[in-house]
């Protein structure tokens, strides 16, 4: 569980920097993307739970309004990076049941 524990504590850094750098690209969308991924994550206890919810969130880099397909400043693009990295390490065969 510690795994999974120091996971869920990196995705929740990586989103608070997404709300960070939406404030100062003053970008709504990914404000709003933001405030989903909160609470996909806000009650996410198992693996599973936490393998599912990163599933959903990388949704958000297919593309179609709000996606991080296209980000228009460094600051942004670090944030989405990092939630990337963050969303596919709860992904990776380490956490699989």
Do not use: C
């Not at 206890?45 to 880099?61: D, F, I, K, P, V």
């Amino acid at each position: 569980m510690a795994r999974v524990e120091r996971t869920l504590i990196e995705i929740r850094a990586a989103i608070a920097k997404l709300h960070r750098a939406a404030a100062h690209d003053r970008d709504p969308q990914r404000a709003h993307a933001a405030h989903w991924l909160d609470g996909l994550f806000e009650n996410v206890e198992s693996r599973a739970q936490l393998r599912e919810a990163s599933r959903q969130a990388l949704e958000l880099y297919r593309g179609g309004m709000g996606s991080f397909q296209d980000v228009g400043t460094a600051v942004m693009a670090e944030a989405v990076d990092g939630l990337r990295h963050a969303l596919s390490a709860a992904r990776s065969w380490l956490l699989r049941d």
